[in-house]
């Protein structure tokens, strides 16, 4: 058996038990020691489902105070056990340890995939107006005060008919 | 009448016959979908009421979906432990699945290519598999479902993250696009670690057989993405797509190394195989996998003429413990299990010709 770390035969073979959920995790010797895992209590399901530091991280931000998800319940410390959230609303609660994270573990840190057909529009608005705001900031920053009036009507056109619309 | 999985589900035979582009090398193409009900704690968190709720909503939604038209639907807690095992050994549910209770539930449309998973560890894991290399079609398919499904129920979704999923590894488009690959010919050249090596230094994953932390039985690997968030589904697909066909090229190269340099140790290989399984009273799923596994490298050689790929393929899923017990009809155990193994294999390999080696290309 290999160490799921790196590729030396694994020796040590931990098991922990979260909410009634096996997780069995192969180490080696260098790679056990590295995590702590000699002294269990001190090791954490997160920083080896996402990543090496993970678990400092969720613990280190906050700044010193305990987050806990106002929809669920779930606390910084189930996070860092389990390296899982409680629901939906927790990538709010969680989103500062969260950030750095996610850029670890992903491609970049913003979605660029599907969404649902209802949200596309107003996601495409919202992404519009985001973008005539900067352009907005920039044209004033360069002086350029016709363009910036421009778009701040065009801005003035977007809030109209966005009030306009009618409620789903 | 409910009716019984047993009585649903495509037989082994018939299992066995599916075919698709570059079957020799790749088994099969699938795509899962990790999606979560709004304002509702993801399963793990969530109490026994609203894991049921869940089901209660989900089941009936996916149900009346045009691609399900004809299903089976039902519950974790009504399946028995050896029908549970026989969707795992089908690839249909995930080995975590398979342990679930009351809350967690599947819906598996009629020819098996279609299947949703309630309450894993999302509340809906949606996967669409086909044989053979279809990664481009199964996508195109699942996101079509997907949509359709989206319209009955509330996803959880943020704008700047995506898909909102359990684990955070899933987050954004929620999107796992895996091959599963028969590489034998790798393996005999030792050449698969390094192959393995290339493909997780692009970021992908390679496993075993029933996926996370299982061995390669059988000489087959799966190949999927590990990055779901900051691309889109389409460009990840087709990156695998890609990785893919690369390592069906160095398969294929490896077989006809194999071939040119190292005939008789592959006709050995595959001489013992048929030997072993034709000739043995007790085996071992894992020894009979990887017997299988030589032959069926034989057969795409066209190295046992008789032999047909399809009917290897049947045997890779009935020599399964679950499967081998359905056969029977009744409960084995594992000592058992190895002498009706053998059993099975004796009487499907009984006048099956050795090995013919192909004739000399001439040179003139």
């Not at chain 1, 519009?128 to 009507?153: F, G, H, P, T, V």
């Not at chain 2, 970021?203 to 057989?209: A, D, E, L, P």
């Amino acid at each position: 058996m290999k160490c799921s770390q790196c590729e030396s035969p694994a020796t040590v073979h931990l098991t922990e038990i979260i909410d009634g959920k096996t997780k069995k995790i192969d180490l080696c010797e260098s790679c056990a020691k590295e995590k702590g895992v000699t002294d269990p209590s001190g090791f954490a399901l997160a920083d080896l489902l996402l990543g090496l530091g993970a678990s400092s991280e969720i613990e280190s931000s906050g700044e010193g105070k305990q987050l806990v998800c106002g929809a669920c319940g779930f606390t910084q410390a189930d996070f860092k056990k389990s390296g899982r959230l409680g629901c939906p609303e927790c990538y709010s609660t969680f989103a500062d340890p969260l950030e750095a994270m996610l850029k670890q573990m992903h491609k970049d840190t913003l979605h660029r995939g599907k969404v649902p057909a209802h949200l596309k529009e107003q996601r495409e608005r919202g992404m519009k107006r985001a973008d005539l705001q900067m352009q907005l900031e920039e044209s004033i920053k360069a002086e350029n005060y016709e363009l910036a009036a421009q778009i701040r009507d065009q801005l003035k056109q977007f809030a109209v008919s966005t009030a306009s619309r009618p409620k789903e | 009448m409910k009716m019984e999985l047993n009585e649903f589900l495509i037989s082994a035979e018939e299992f066995g016959q599916r075919t698709g582009p570059h079957d020799a090398i790749v088994l099969s193409s699938r795509v899962r979908l990790a999606r979560n009900i709004v304002g509702i704690p993801f399963p793990g968190r969530a109490d026994r009421e609203s894991k049921q709720r869940v089901l209660e909503t989900v089941q009936p939604a996916v149900e009346s979906l045009p691609e399900m038209k004809s299903h089976f639907s039902g519950a974790m807690a009504d399946l028995k432990a050896v029908e549970k095992q026989i969707l795992m050994e089908r690839h249909l549910i995930s080995r975590e699945h398979a342990a679930k209770g009351a809350g967690s539930g599947i819906v598996l449309n009629r020819d098996e290519t279609l299947c949703v998973m309630v309450n894993e560890e999302d509340h809906l894991r949606i996967q669409s598999i086909r044989p053979g290399l279809q990664l481009k079609q199964v996508w195109q398919r699942i996101d079509k479902f997907d949509s359709e499904l989206e319209a009955k129920i509330g996803y959880a979704f943020s704008d700047k993250l995506g898909y909102l999923t359990a684990c955070p590894t899933n987050l954004g488009t929620g999107i796992r696009v895996s091959a599963m690959l028969h590489l034998p010919g790798l393996v005999l050249n030792e050449q698969v670690n390094q192959i393995i090596q290339a493909v997780n230094k692009l970021g992908h994953t390679v496993r075993g057989f029933y996926g996370e932390g299982t061995e390669a039985l059988g000489h087959i690997f799966q190949v999927s993405n590990q990055m779901t968030l900051g691309e889109t589904e389409a460009e990840i697909v087709e990156r695998i797509n890609k990785v893919v066909l690369q390592i069906v090229e160095h398969e294929a190269t490896a077989r006809r190394t194999l071939l040119e340099k190292k005939p008789n140790e592959l006709f050995n290989h595959v001489g013992r195989a048929l030997g072993v399984t034709a000739h043995a009273h007790i085996i071992s799923s894992k020894e009979a996998m990887n017997l299988l596994s030589l032959l069926r490298l034989g057969i795409s050689m066209n190295l046992m003429p008789g032999l047909e790929r399809s009917s290897l393929d049947e045997l890779f899923l009935l020599i399964q413990p679950a499967h081998l017990q359905q056969t029977c009809g009744e409960k084995l155990a594992s000592e058992q299990r190895d002498l009706v193994r053998a059993g099975l294999l004796r009487k499907r390999m009984k006048g099956v010709k050795g090995v013919k080696p192909p004739p000399e290309p001439s040179d003139a």
